[in-house]
T-cell receptor, first 115, second 109 residues
Framework: DVKVTQSSRYLVKRTGEKVFLECVQDMDHENMFWYRQDPGLGLRLIYFSYDVKMKEKGDIPEGYSVSREKKERFSLILESASTNQTSMYLC??????????????FGEGSRLTVL | AQRVTQPEKLLSVFKGAPVELKCNYSYSGSPELFWYVQYSRQRLQLLLRHISRESIKGFTADLNKGETSFHLKKPFAQEEDSAMYYCALSGNQGGKLIFGQGTELSVKP
């Protein structure tokens, strides 16, 4: 069973704080993704990575950065949190074969509130 | 531009009624389309993909290239179908999925 684990389910931070969201997958997947999920807007891709130390901007990268030092771990970083970054953050992974199958395996999500 | 549109935020039906969740897409190439589902307090998961032409939990979806649509259908809705449904498109950069806004399906007893 593919397992994608997000370290924090709920976080409350203050404006200007630096925030780290961690994601670990245990299936040796090449691809990893960070989405944010907002009502009425669906899922929007922030960043993704096809390999260690590789990263690609998604549709809404502003205000975010990522780190992938190990294959199994993909971190999302908010350098200076703002209230408009209050959201549910979803991490996902897929094998390279997922390139064509489109199946992403999601974590349970991290709900971030920025005050 | 690649885009997925789900025009209905909320769809409410009674148990046993047919259900159709609409999805329209904009894509210049040959699309790969998917439906994902998120049940209450569960992870988002793949429901079905158009290339498989499969029926999952009684749901089917047909790709209509002329109308650029990929509507999800089920002839008889069940209460356990209540969930959030997302249509998704595989873009030019493989593995990356573009999601629609989501439709919440509520099946009433």
């Amino acid at each position: 069973d593919v397992k994608v684990t997000q370290s924090s389910r709920y976080l409350v931070k203050r404006t200007g704080e630096k925030v780290f969201l961690e994601c670990v997958q245990d299936m040796d997947h090449e691809n990893m993704f960070w989405y944010r999920q907002d009502p009425g807007l669906g899922l929007r891709l922030i960043y993704f990575s096809y390999d260690v130390k590789m990263k690609e901007k998604g549709d809404i990268p502003e205000g975010y950065s990522v780190s992938r030092e190990k294959k199994e771990r993909f971190s999302l970083i908010l350098e200076s949190a703002s209230t408009n970054q209050t959201s549910m953050y979803l991490c996902a992974s897929s094998p390279f074969a997922g390139f064509m199958t489109g199946e992403l395996f999601f974590g349970e999500g991290s709900r971030l509130t920025v005050l | 531009a690649q885009r997925v549109t789900q025009p209905e935020k909320l769809l409410s039906v009674f148990k046993g009624a047919p259900v159709e969740l609409k999805c329209n897409y904009s894509y210049s190439g040959s699309p790969e389309l998917f439906w994902y589902v998120q049940y209450s307090r569960q992870r988002l998961q793949l429901l079905l993909r158009h290339i498989s032409r499969e029926s999952i939990k009684g749901f089917t979806a047909d790709l209509n290239k002329g109308e650029t649509s990929f509507h999800l259908k089920k002839p008889f809705a069940q209460e356990e179908d209540s969930a959030m449904y997302y249509c998704a498109l595989s873009g030019n950069q493989g593995g990356k999925l573009i999601f629609g806004q989501g439709t919440e399906l509520s099946v009433k007893p």
